[in-house]
């Protein structure tokens, strides 16, 4: 072949590249991919978020984030993604972006029924960047390299699956990558049958119903959900024994598809949209078209053990008609049920009551509104007199129980049938008139339910149910309410085996909300093509703690708790076990101190005598294990991880004296540890973990008032008490209260603020920092001898200098007020780190947070407006504008690996958690 045809033969076939290139920029991958075209049209439910980031704290704050991680798939998940990270020797940073894979994107997880008993789900996660699926494919890589696990890959119908299996249990995940949208599913025929769709890019998605309808676009909504309820009978049949949910079957002939908003936010889960009419012949839609949404008015006699209610707005002899009779009924009985009939309201219900075991028959009731009952009445006289049956009743308080000789689906149609097929002949053996109500029932369950009527333990006399009805709609055609604690042992015997092991082991989850409700409203007009019915799904737990989780902003991260009463002093952080979200303790107006869990939840309370001093954490030594110590009133507390007082706490004082501040030293090899109280009348006492109070110090009475806060440190083995007075002297005392060589010591100027103090191994080698009020620093040492002094700027006679050492006690800032402006300096700096002027004029709490290189954060609290100002370690203010807080300070704490900072503070019932990302210029 010659030069000249290979080269033409080459550019031919550089040409024919560039064009396929071109025809697939232009035209296949220029079309965007549908992601619900990807999912199956058999889809049960399919779930729909956007923002992960969002969702999860959302689901911290319900508390449902706890219980989610314990689900057995979840851990599962959890466990391989552990192992690959091991596996690539991976540190906390690329785990985190490897779990913020998900990040804002739309991620759609889809259910599925595959089987007689089975169901399997479907995860669609697009990929935005090809780092993003270079990361996906070193995961796959590196367990399928590992020997308790095979990768490998098969084409089906053009399409390259990627199957991992787990060697040990035989399961697999099978991956599929179409257009950088990865579809997973541990059943491999799921994501075959997105390939088989794929072959059919007309066929309506599972979305078509709804056109264009988009609720991820609302504002504060977390997630979507596509409910078919056209299959919801199929998948019910997953979770339940088949002959106990035809009444639910026969609800779901109202609707045919719906769509919802899901919105999480602290005691509640809201689930709110809209669902298509079902357009079947002879389902329940067309019985019930026409007729009137109606409120549930049956409150007032529902029993407090009522496990589930089935609400329906509809009259019986209009929604089920009864069939001529060809023969003519010779002694009235049918007429007589027709006008029993016909006296019906058009409002009725089933209530099943708690079982009294697990497995257990609940027991049933049948409600239906009589709006005037003497006709009912009289029309039940007649029936049992036609049937031959003894006019005698039983009476319980003032409801006559009589008995009845028909079945209820009689009267009010077949949604009363007995769920058992084998019991349709079994009669409701009595009824009972309540009110503007006919129940019917066996009589043992209509006695019991009479006797919780006539104690009053009705829904509309329990307030936790009544402020659940206000949240639910004011009218509907259908209600199902469920109250998952009574629910819990008929739930017991109406599951599957595999789903009732399933339930016990995530029994707190599914009683996380005991409140559920679901209801649906019609339009108003409902001839209109287009008419839907308003659709709405609530998950409530009744709030029976001190505080409530609220919906924060985003700035909040959803971590907000509001109290009953209003929070005072500032939060103080406490370490907590396991995580590096320390938690919190705070306390109400009422004297209760609150402990706040690293999750946001309140662990315990416990009420003071008076407001709560210098909380803070004992280590264990002595002989008193460690806990939380402070002060509160004439008490010394220490308390252990319940809240519980631990012995031989607490210690008190003489009732005329009250803690204003509590400082400790370190038990030693021989000594408990030291506690130094600070009384409201200036006076000091010192004493050990036993209660012994040291000679010298009962209680030890100063001269002028503190400047600010004493110190407390122990040198070689000797116990020193440091004391800075506002008249300028400094005292230094030792265990039994006498006054150390070469003190008081003069600083030459009045002083205010506190005292770094750093112990040595000798007196003269102790090193303490203050600044007097002509702005002066100080260093001087325990035996009396001033090592440096230095001004720091110049000073007026309305100036106020204050030294602020950090949360440690390490390292500190100083601080010039003058009226309304507040300079900050860093010792080693001339020139202030930051200059601020206020509104306001009074005094402001700073506070200096030092975590170490780079890492120092100075907070500023303005108690007028009520507000707090953050500075970086250049001064610079973050986010451009002070936040709410209402408290005397902040609590801040620092994740290195996360490089970010748990911001906590009070604005007033409410205590806020905020994670700040600090924009270091």
Partial sequence: MSRKLLALLTALLLLLTLATYVYYRRTLAAVPVDPYALVPDDAVLVLSTHDHPNLVRHLQETDLWDNLTTVRYFQQAAGHLALADSLAGGNARRRNNLLRLLGKKLVITSVHVTGPGEFDVLYQVPLAHVSEYRQVRSLLETLGRDPRYRLSTRDYEDQELTVLTELRGETSITVLNYRNHLLISANPALVEAVVRRLAHPETPTVLAAFGSTDLLKLRGLDATLLINYRRLPQFLDVLFRPDVHGQFDQLTGLVSQGLLGVKLAGSRAQLQGFSNPETAHGTLQQRLRGQLAQPLAMAEILSTRTALLMHLAAAPARTWPRPDRVLTDS???????????????????????????????????????????????????????????????????????????????????????????????????????????????????????????????????????????????????????????????????????????????NEALFKRFSQLAFQLA??????????????????RHPNLGPATAQAGGAASNGRVLAFKHTLLGMPTLVPALGTRVPAVVVQDSGQVLHYVSSDNAVLWSDTLAGPAVDVNLLPAGGGVAG????????RLHLLGNEGQPLLPFPL????????????????????????????????????????????????????????????????????????PLQNGYVY????????????????????????????????????????????ELITFNLAGEILSRKRITTWSRTARFRLVPDQRGRSYVLTREDGSQLDIYKPDQATPLLTQRFVTSGEKPVQFFDFGKNHQVVAVTELGPAQVFIYDNKGQLQGAAALPSTGSGIGLNYD???????????????LRRTELKLMQP
């Fill in 331 to 505: 002694l009235g009985h049918e007429a007589a049920l027709d006008s029993l009939r016909a006296s019906f309201g058009s409002e009725m219900a089933v209530a099943y009551l708690a079982a009294t075991t697990p497995g257990a028959r609940p027991g049933r009731l049948a409600l239906v509104r009589c709006p005037a009952p003497v006709r009912t009445a009289q029309w039940l006289a007649r029936l049992r007199r036609l049937e031959g049956n003894s006019p005698a009743f039983t009476k319980t308080g003032p409801y006559e129980v009589h008995p009845v000789g028909f079945p209820e689906a009689v009267v009010l149609g077949p949604l009363l049938a007995p769920a058992q097929p084998q019991a349709v002949g079994v009669l409701a053996q009595a009824g009972v008139l309540v009110g503007n109500y006919l129940v019917l029932a066996d009589e043992l369950t209509l006695n019991s339910y009479l006797a919780d009527v006539v104690a009053g333990h009705t829904w509309a006399k329990t307030p936790a149910q009544v402020s659940f009805l206000q949240e639910t709609l004011p009218r509907a055609r259908l209600s199902v309410i469920v109250d998952t604690r009574n629910s819990w042992n008929a739930l017991l015997g109406v599951l599957t085996e595999d789903r009732r092991a399933g339930l016990l082991r």
């Fill in 652 to 723: 008190n004082l003489p009732d005329t004296v009250r803690v204003a501040a509590l400082l400790t030293a370190a038990a030693g090899a021989d000594a408990p540890a030291r506690l130094l109280a600070l009384t409201a009348g200036n006076d000091l006492l010192l004493l050990d973990t036993k209660g012994h109070l040291y000679p010298g110090w009962q209680p030890k009475r100063l001269d002028f008032p503190l400047a600010g806060r004493p110190a407390i440190l122990s040198v070689s083995g000797r116990d020193v008490v440091l004391a």
């Fill in 896 to 910: 290195a690996t996360t490089d970010s900072y748990q911001l906590v503070r009070i604005v007033g019932r409410e």
């Fill in 732 to 775: 230094a005392f030792d265990g039994q209260g006498n006054l150390f060589p070469g003190f008081p010591l003069s600083m030459g100027a009045r002083l205010a603020g506190d005292v770094l103090a750093q112990a040595g191994s000798t007196l003269g080698r102790s090193r303490l920092t203050l600044i007097n009020q002509h702005g």
């Fill in 522 to 539: 019609p339009a108003d007009n409902e001839v209109s093509p287009d008419a839907q019915y308003f659709t709405q799904l609530l998950l």
């Fill in 627 to 634: 806990g939380l110590l402070l002060g509160a009133g004439h």
